[in-house]
């Protein structure tokens, strides 16, 4: 039963711009607005790599340096939706995006959140 479900990837050109949406269902919808929400992405035969971050009170953010002032978190707490705008994409950016949630930020980071979505990929060709 999936309770994150990613979507909005797509094949794009270096430069353009591309939104990503998590919705949260079930058991995750109803822990999503105490939650914190993140961002990972994955490159096959390497380990998943922090994005980005977005608390669920004072919807602090935090981002990677990679992806810092290109790309935006952002969530909906109502709709129990998470939002990842990003712009001026690169071919470096080119991964499966994921997103999970977690109340311990710690534990999260480190990718240890039981609530994970199944991935969209990001292609972005030069």
């Known amino acids: 039963q999936l309770q994150l479900v990613e979507s909005g990837g797509g094949l794009v050109q270096a430069g353009d711009s591309l939104s990503l949406s998590c919705a949260a269902s079930?058991?995750?919808?109803?822990?999503?607005?105490?939650?914190?929400l993140g961002w990972f992405r994955q490159v096959p035969g390497k380990e998943r790599e922090f994005v980005a971050l977005i608390l669920s009170d004072d919807m602090k953010t935090y981002y990677a340096d990679s992806v810092k002032g290109r790309f935006t978190i952002a969530r909906d707490n109502a709709r129990g939706t998470g939002y990842l705008q990003m712009n001026s994409l690169r071919p470096e950016d080119t991964a499966v995006y994921y997103c999970?949630?977690?109340?311990?930020?710690?534990?999260?980071?480190?990718?240890?959140?039981?609530?994970w979505g199944q991935g969209t990929q990001v292609t972005v060709s030069s």
């Open positions: 999970t949630m977690d109340w311990d930020i710690n534990r999260l980071r480190a990718t240890g959140s039981k609530y």
């Open positions: 079930g058991r995750a919808f109803r822990s999503f607005g105490t939650y914190a």
